[in-house]
């Protein structure tokens, strides 16, 4: 039975590692601020759910596609999708809005 949860770690960790290099790819992108906020985006993520109650087989992927930008609210259509290790899925649709962070000294 360890065998076979270090097999799953190791899976895991390689979904995650490649995971991790696909979502750094828009960040080499060559183009200005600008111009890359209003292209199409694909965005990649991976976490832990239940960390707090120690759950077995907690590892989630997702990833989302983001529409360009419509209308004067600059409203982003998307959609996407979660997966667990346990099989859990779950589909979305929906419609997002950038807003930029203030910081400090700019």
């Known amino acids: 039975m360890t065998g076979v949860r270090c097999l799953g770690l190791a899976r895991s960790g390689r979904a995650l590692l490649a995971l ?11 183009q200005g601020g600008e111009l890359a906020a209003e292209r199409p985006q694909v965005q990649l993520n991976a976490g832990v759910v239940g ?24 409203l982003r259509p998307a959609l996407g999708a979660v997966v ?23």
């Open 20 to 30: 991790l290099i696909a979502g750094l790819v828009p960040l080499a992108s060559p």
């Open 51 to 74: 960390l707090l109650n120690r759950a077995s087989n907690s590892w989630r992927y997702g990833g989302e596609y983001r529409f360009s930008p419509l209308g004067p609210w600059r």
């Open 84 to 106: 667990a290790e346990n099989d859990a899925r779950y589909y979305f649709v929906g419609l997002r809005r950038d807003s930029p962070f203030p910081v400090a000294g700019s």
